[in-house]
């Protein structure tokens, strides 16, 4: 590699070299004959020509090069949208897309036209034209309109999505860390949230996400590590929070993305309104899954902080919830956090009945753990 | 010390030190107070750091396009940043590819596209434009030079530190950069960022303070404001940016110094790392973000109106034409200038500020997108029925002007804030940057070299291999930048060492591969540029006083201006610099410089009636000399 590099750059030397010479003595002859100011070096050259045609060229052999690729390409582009804002942006992205398409193809092909048609000719008069009121106001106020147009519908968009969440959301606590998320329910028992406290994290002693177990409401809380589940057709809201740097929950077939802020929880919410299924089936791909990927620079392993998201229907989902063991009975460990006086309330989750074990739909167990493998560490 | 002073004078004698003793070798090119000189130093580093950003930019290009490649080949240059896995290939380091982003990011907005840009430019064309001897401050433009050299070396030396450059990309967000435990690159490579980054802020303040007391204070007699060329306002208004939003990275830095060294909690709060809870509360990473992007905006603009300034010059130099809409040019300027600094929180639509803010900042963000418009139609109506002259410098001029078309449009889509949940940090924002700021003022800069390499070095450089030049890197940079829009609609994300670990992320790589190679040859391409310019220095055709028939005052001085640039007295200035092919000349171009008194025959109306006001322009009398 290295020696084909040099040798590359080699011949691109002695090329130029050869292209210089050449050029130069051609020039010479040529400078002479057609320029009869010997002051002006700058006067056309014999290539003056070439290079407005050459412009023009380049500009439609670009058309061609961009409406094929865009062809090509397409069939990636926005992943197929599943939630209910991401439609509404996913269309005003196309919209503004072809206004400025239409911006875009028009003024370059004046640029390059202009080139091509006003490349210099000895008799060509040029206009002495130095300004136009009238066109300046008009080419002020047009771009003004449909600047106005774009930005009264995404401010329309924009407030809708960042509205405050319906009551009823279904609320979910992740927590971005150096390499990964860590999701957090409310419990199936009362779905309230205990409180965390970034002073009570311990990843050795089995509470990564610093919740409080003097709040009892946290005793049925159950978290995960590898997946999310949400459910299909219902609001939820995620808050957002990180324990070291700053990351982002970005989940790119759901349209969200949120930092998440040391010391400042933040949140989105969204309706999911395609399940795994449904999108396994339509895309027909199987194996297909919903990803989480973090978009805020984090560190070395920026690019492997991977969750993996199953948007179930509503019943799977609860099914699945109750399935989950709470914090306290994966590791009961953690009752010594816990102030002597709720130790009775608590003890019911260390408790050894192990509530559902066999209602774990063996499908979606299967089929995430056949993928978390992949998950870069 | 020597300063140049334009005062009025009244009563007036000859003056006896016009002419100069000889300087010695070092003060003459090295600590140099001539703003002739420092332009070319300024100018040599900016191409040297832009041959480095450009190669770290193909190492990690490689690792994007190409992610299996065995690039144990590199090890002798990168040592142990490339690591040899369990099959002997050789491994890019992850904490390595993202100090690459990192540096290449810092090293081409600031060292080249500030430094090299603004400094050889408003340096060299300021004094030149104006009719002025040398900058207002001599002494302090070296100064700015020498201080930007230091912080040079120390970011060239943070290359080689052991724990490596700064690595949490460009814009530095903390905790990231605060926390030594949480990226080798926030270690030592990040404080020598950061001191670096400060001798660098210092400089740009020294050099903008400088060009704006110049233009205010040192234009010849007859240089009203309205006789500017758009060049020397481009240069202002970026002088005045800087001077505004600098200081606010500074001070954005200097907290970030405390939190990292001396406990304090600016940007930090609630953290837990490497088994530990930190005692930090109450401070913002957010704070953060809204200092460094007060600056982090108006910088684009730095690097753009430059170049753009250059281009107006140059496009109606080459046109032979007027540029159109003069006023309406600087108008525009103006309220770009105006505007960069209210729009900054576009870059933090979704960080969690509140959503309020984030509609005020769309508005305000798209409302700056009609200014950068109208200058886009004036360029293109002033080639409209003009007689173009294709040069290497009017070629990378249209290529400008496209490239900020084509980036710009996309900005309409980014500056929209429910859209932009999708694109931030993809792809789509890396194609977007790239064509608008970074190619396109590039493209200013290698125009503007072109265009004034006679006066710089009193050589013509070759044509052909400008030609070939442009038509590589032009082609070349519509390939690399325009797939990477497709590849960001996917949804990319950027500051990624590779994809393959989503099942999203794991297609197009046949187009990262095109990319790749596209990069390659139009980094290579830059060769012939470097050869050209090179050999023209020494061995270029010899200039002449005024090669492509431009009216600027520039080229009234002599082939190699001395020091004070004009010998004998500096001419007084008496219309626009925009007169070319005037109906009635003899010839398509009147420098400033001709009285209207002396072309009857082409005056407009208006014109005529300014003829009574040259006696009173005659009659101002400065005190021009240059004290030692
Ligand atoms: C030689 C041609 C260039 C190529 C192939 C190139 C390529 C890239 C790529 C692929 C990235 C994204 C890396 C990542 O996110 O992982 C990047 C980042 C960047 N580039 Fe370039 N670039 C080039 C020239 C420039 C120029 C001229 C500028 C001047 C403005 C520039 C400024 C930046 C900045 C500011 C970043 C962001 C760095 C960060 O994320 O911290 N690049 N470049
Ligand atoms: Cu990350
Ligand atoms: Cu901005």
């Known amino acids: ?377 | 010390m020597s300063a140049v002073s334009q005062v009025e004078v009244h009563e007036h004698s000859e003056h006896a030190h016009e002419e100069h003793h000889e300087l010695g070798f070092i003060r003459k090119y090295i600590f140099s107070e001539d703003h002739k000189v420092i332009a070319k130093q300024y100018l040599i580093s900016g191409i040297v750091w832009a041959l480095l950003g450009a190669f770290m930019s193909l190492v990690f290009r490689l690792q994007l396009g190409f992610p299996d490649m065995d690039m144990a080949w590199m090890k002798p240059f990168l040592g142990d940043w490339i690591s040899l896995d369990d099959k002997g290939l050789g491994k890019l380091d992850p904490n390595f590819y993202l100090a690459l982003v990192t540096m290449h990011g810092t090293i081409m907005v600031f060292f080249v596209l500030t430094a090299g840009l603004s400094g050889t430019f408003s340096n060299f064309l300021i004094p030149l434009q104006i009719g002025a001897r040398d900058m207002a401050s001599g002494f302090m433009n070296m100064l700015s030079y020498w201080i930007f050299f230091i912080s040079s070396v120390i970011m060239f030396v943070s290359l080689f530190i052991k724990t490596g450059p700064a690595g949490g990309s460009w814009v530095i967000y903390p905790p990231l950069s605060a926390l030594k435990e949480a990226n080798p690159g926030s270690g030592d490579g990040m404080t020598l960022w950061l001191v670096s980054m400060a001798l660098f802020i210092v400089s740009s303040l020294l050099g903008g303070i400088n060009y704006v007391t110049t233009v205010i204070n040192l234009r010849t007699k007859g240089m009203s404001m309205d006789k500017l060329p758009l060049t020397i306002w481009a240069f202002t208004f970026t002088a005045v940016l800087g001077i505004l939003s600098f200081p606010v990275l500074l001070s954005a830095a200097l907290l970030l110094i405390f939190d990292r060294s001396f406990g304090t909690s600016f940007y930090l709060s609630d953290i837990y790392i490497n088994g530990q809870a930190l005692p930090n509360q109450g401070g913002s990473p957010i704070l953060f973000q809204h200092l460094f992007w007060f600056l982090g905006h108006p910088e684009v603009y730095i690097v753009i109106l430059p170049a753009l300034g250059l281009t107006s010059e140059i496009i109606a130099t080459n046109s032979r034409k007027p540029i159109f809409g003069y006023k309406a040019m600087i108008f525009s300027m103006a309220g770009i200038m105006f505007l960069a600094f209210i729009v900054w929180a576009h870059h933090m639509f979704v960080t969690g500020m509140n959503p309020f803010l984030g509609s005020v900042f769309m508005l305000l963000t798209l409302i700056i997108a009609v200014p950068s418009a109208v200058k886009g139609f004036n360029y293109i109506t002033t080639l409209w029925k003009g007689n173009i002259i294709f040069t290497p410098a009017m070629l990378f001029a249209i290529g400008l002007v496209s490239f900020f078309i084509s980036g710009g449009l996309t900005g309409i889509i980014l500056g929209n804030s429910a859209l932009d949940i999708q694109l931030h940090d993809t792809y789509f924002v890396v194609a977007h940057f790239h064509l608008v700021m970074g190619s396109a003022a590039i493209f200013g800069m290698l125009a503007g070299v072109y265009h004034w390499f006679p006066k710089m070095f009193g050589r013509m450089m070759n044509n052909a291999m400008g030609y070939i030049h442009f038509w590589i890197t032009f082609i070349g940079v519509y390939l690399v930048f325009f797939p990477m829009h497709y590849i960001g609609i996917a949804g990319f994300p950027r500051r990624y060492y590779q994809w393959s670990g989503f099942e999203t992320f794991n297609t197009y790589m046949d187009l990262n591969a095109f990319i790749t190679i596209a990069a390659i040859i139009t980094v290579f391409a830059q060769i012939v540029f470097i050869l050209n310019f090179v050999y023209s220095i020494f061995w270029g055709k010899k200039a002449t006083a005024n090669p492509w028939k431009s009216n600027t005052l520039e080229w009234t001085t002599p082939i190699n201006p001395g020091h004070g640039n004009w010998p004998g007295e500096i001419p007084t200035v008496y219309r626009w610099p925009y007169d070319y092919s005037k109906p009635g000349a003899p010839d398509d171009f009147i420098p400033q410089n001709v009285p209207f008194s002396a072309t009857p025959e082409s005056n407009l109306p208006e014109e005529n009636e300014l003829i009574e006001k040259e006696e009173e322009i005659n009659s101002i009398k400065f005190d021009t000399s240059l004290h030692d």
């Not at chain 1, 080419?139 to 969440?165: C, D, H, Q, Y």
């Not at chain 1, 999701?183 to 919740?211: E, I, S």
Request: proline letters at 5%; hydrophobic letters at 45%; glycine letters at 6%.
């Open chain 1, 1 to 377: 590699m290295t020696l084909l590099i040099a040798i590359l750059s080699i011949l691109f030397i002695v090329l130029t070299f050869m292209v210089v010479s050449k050029t130069q003595a051609i020039l010479k002859g040529l400078t002479k004959s057609e320029v009869e100011d010997s002051e002006y070096l700058g006067a056309p050259d014999k290539f003056n020509s070439a290079n407005g045609v050459g412009l023009f060229a380049f500009w439609i052999i670009s058309i061609v090069g961009i409406v094929w690729s865009f062809v090509a390409y397409k069939k990636d582009f926005l992943p197929e949208a599943s939630s209910v804002h991401g439609k509404e942006t996913d269309y005003w992205f196309w919209v503004s897309m072809i206004v400025i398409m239409i911006g875009f193809f028009i003024v370059n092909t004046f640029l390059f036209l202009f080139s091509y048609l006003y490349r210099h000719n000895k008799n060509r008069k040029v206009t002495f034209y130095t300004h136009n009121n009238n066109l300046e106001i008009i080419w002020t106020t047009v771009p003004a309109i449909v600047m106005a147009g774009l930005v009264f519908s995404g401010l329309r968009v924009w407030t809708k999505i960042t509205s405050e969440a319906p009551a009823n959301a279904e609320q979910i606590d992740i927590m971005g860390k150096q390499f990964g998320w860590t999701v957090r329910y409310a419990g199936v028992d009362d779905n309230q949230f205990g409180k965390y406290n970034y002073k009570l994290m311990d990843d050795a002693g089995g509470n990564p996400m610093g919740v409080d177990f003097s709040d009892p409401n946290s005793f049925d809380d159950f978290s995960n590590a590898s997946e999310m589940h949400i459910p299909k057709g219902k609001p939820v809201l995620l808050k957002i929070r990180a324990r070291d740097v700053l990351h982002s929950v970005f989940i790119p077939h759901m349209r969200v993305k949120m930092d998440a802020v040391p010391g400042m929880p933040t949140k989105f919410w969204f309706v999911a309104d395609k399940s795994t299924a449904d999108m396994r089936a339509e895309l027909g791909k199987p194996g297909f899954n919903y990803e989480i990927a973090c978009t805020e620079i984090c560190g070395r392993s920026h690019f492997g902080m991977k969750l993996l998201l199953v948007v179930d229907e509503p019943a799977d989902y609860e099914k699945w919830k109750k399935s989950q063991k709470p914090l306290l009975t994966e590791n009961p460990d953690l009752l010594n956090k816990v102030p002597d006086n709720l130790k009775a309330k608590a003890q019911k989750y260390v408790a050894s009945d192990e509530p559902a074990e066999e209602v774990v739909p063996e499908v979606v167990a299967s089929r995430v753990l056949g993928n978390s493998n992949k998950v870069l560490k």
